[in-house]
């Protein structure tokens, strides 16, 4: 009986802080995620099938990239919003 091939452990650091990102560490978090998604796909690619966890490395990169997006997008809030209080109150 053959075993299947084991994950990449990249992969599941990615995932692990694409979660993390989204509970304990919002920005270190998301950085981390997408670095080592990157990096697991490429070493899972390069493997030729004696790897595997492209998925996780994808759910790890989603998680880091839309935590990067809505994290840019609540700053840009906050700046605008502060910008049309200022402007209100001249």
Known sequence: MDRPPPNSTLAIVSLCFGVLAWTL????????????GHMARSEIRQAHGS????????AG???GYLGLLLGF??????????????FLAA
């Open 25 to 36: 560490l919002p920005f270190i978090g998301n950085i981390v995620a997408i670095i080592t």
């Open 51 to 58: 790897l595997q966890g492209d998925g996780l490395a994808i």
């Open 61 to 63: 990169l989603i998680l």
């Open 73 to 86: 997008l609540a700053v840009m809030m906050i700046i605008f919003g502060v910008g049309i209080l200022a």
